[in-house]
């Protein structure tokens, strides 16, 4: 499985983005799917995460009311909708998947699949 994060741009505070993370190879709809996200100088950090199915979402407080998972996988995408941006959201943005088949949440572990990064910046 290879993923694919796409979308990041330059935006004004206030404005809102949609990162895509797309997907090569069929088991990739069996896998929940962690966004996260390195800003400049700093760790990385988990944002947010969905189910196989998408059914469940979670997100970190910083995010919480503001960014929405999604995902379509007869698309093989999962989506992160970024709305009332900040400029302390500026980052590169990832996806990751977890290869637990049918997973409900995110777990990191040592054999996740990850994707070249997004980058996302925030102007004041």
């Known amino acids: 499985v290879q993923l694919q994060a796409s979308g990041g741009g330059l935006v004004q505070a206030g404005g809102s983005l949609r990162l895509s993370c797309t997907a090569s190879?069929?088991?990739?709809?069996?896998?929940?799917i962690g966004w996260f996200r390195q800003p400049p100088g700093k760790e990385r950090e988990f944002v947010a995460g969905?189910?196989?199915?998408?059914?469940?979402?979670y997100y970190e407080d910083f995010v919480k009311g503001r960014f929405t998972v999604s995902r379509d996988n007869a698309k093989n995408t999962v989506y992160l909708q970024m709305n009332s941006l900040k400029p302390e959201d500026t980052a590169v943005y990832y996806c990751?998947?977890?290869?637990?088949?049918?997973?409900?949440?995110?777990?990191?572990?040592?054999?996740?699949?990850w994707g070249q990064g997004t980058q996302v910046t925030v102007s004041s």
């Open positions: 969905c189910s196989w199915s998408g059914d469940t979402t």
């Open positions: 190879g069929r088991t990739f709809s069996t896998y929940a």
């Open positions: 990751a998947a977890d290869r637990t088949p049918y997973g409900i949440v995110f777990r990191s572990r040592g054999d996740n699949y």
